[in-house]
């Protein structure tokens, strides 16, 4: 079964700051990855998500970015970093058998100061 | 806008008793799920109901589906102290991405 990896777990960070989080996948191949964050006590809104090596798709407007480098790895980034971006930010991944469920990390919380 | 809109945000009750959260979408679906996600945690898929079933079980849960008033309902049969999460719903379109709800948070006290 697939297994993900995210880190750090817990990251705080000054305003203005860049940002890298990182996503990595085991135990499947070519999978759909997501990012979402989620602020405290909300759901989930996605962010980015990626069908394949390069290809990042952006589903809001904002200071963040996406990469996926490699098959297995997804990163998310930002030069600056806003009091906004704090939050939960997940990873998951949907398999290339089974688009339609979907598996999370365990998230990385990120503080803005 | 989020797709889905879980009804009650919050809710407590004591161990033994059912729990039912609800789920209202908008637009027409191709399955609809439901995850859970205890505090601080990465979300757990329960249970996934296609669009022309009314009724899936998996366990102790039961989740309806009814396209024609676009809404869900999750049951939770036999609660114990470790249903405690919050339980989001997301609805599945023509496309690779889900669209989460609110969620609602579950209680259950011992």
Request: aromatic letters at 8%; a positive charge.
């Given at each position: 079964?697939?297994?993900?990896?995210q880190w750090p777990a817990?990251?705080?960070?000054?305003v203005g700051s860049p940002?890298?989080l990182e996503c990595?996948?085991?135990g499947?191949?070519n999978?759909?990855?997501?990012?979402?964050?989620?602020?405290?006590g909300?759901g989930l809104?996605?962010?980015?998500?990626?069908?394949?090596?390069?290809?990042?798709s952006?589903?809001?407007?904002q200071n963040?970015?996406?990469s996926?480098p490699?098959d297995?790895?997804f990163?998310l980034?930002s030069?600056k970093?806003?009091?906004s971006?704090?939050g939960f930010?997940l990873?998951?991944?949907?398999?290339?058998?089974?688009?339609e469920?979907?598996?999370?990390?365990p998230?990385t919380r990120?503080?803005?100061l | 806008?989020?797709?889905?809109?879980e009804?009650p945000q919050?809710l407590?009750i004591q161990e033994?008793e059912?729990?039912?959260?609800?789920c209202?979408y908008k637009t027409?679906i191709?399955?609809?799920q439901?995850?859970?996600q205890?505090?601080?945690?990465g979300l757990?898929?329960?249970?996934l109901?296609r669009?022309?079933?009314?009724?899936?079980?998996?366990?102790?849960?039961?989740?309806?589906?009814d396209t024609?008033?676009?809404?869900?309902?999750?049951?939770i049969?036999?609660?114990?102290?470790a249903d405690?999460?919050s339980y989001?719903c997301?609805t599945a379109?023509?496309?690779?991405k889900?669209?989460?709800?609110?969620?609602?948070?579950?209680?259950?006290?011992p």
């Amino acid at each position: 079964s697939q297994t993900i990896h995210q880190w750090p777990a817990t990251l705080v960070q000054p305003v203005g700051s860049p940002l890298s989080l990182e996503c990595t996948v085991e135990g499947t191949s070519n999978p759909n990855l997501y990012w979402y964050r989620q602020a405290a006590g909300r759901g989930l809104q996605l962010l980015f998500y990626s069908v394949g090596i390069g290809q990042i798709s952006s589903e809001v407007p904002q200071n963040l970015s996406a990469s996926r480098p490699q098959d297995r790895q997804f990163i998310l980034s930002s030069k600056k970093l806003l009091l906004s971006d704090s939050g939960f930010y997940l990873c998951a991944l949907s398999r290339g058998w089974d688009q339609e469920t979907q598996y999370f990390g365990p998230g990385t919380r990120l503080l803005v100061l | 806008s989020q797709q889905g809109e879980e009804d009650p945000q919050a809710l407590s009750i004591q161990e033994g008793e059912n729990a039912t959260m609800n789920c209202s979408y908008k637009t027409s679906i191709n399955n609809l799920q439901w995850y859970r996600q205890n505090s601080g945690r990465g979300l757990v898929h329960l249970i996934l109901i296609r669009s022309n079933e009314r009724e899936k079980h998996s366990g102790r849960l039961r989740v309806t589906l009814d396209t024609s008033k676009k809404s869900s309902s999750l049951l939770i049969t036999a609660s114990r102290a470790a249903d405690t999460a919050s339980y989001f719903c997301a609805t599945a379109h023509n496309t690779d991405k889900l669209i989460f709800g609110t969620g609602t948070r579950l209680q259950v006290f011992p």
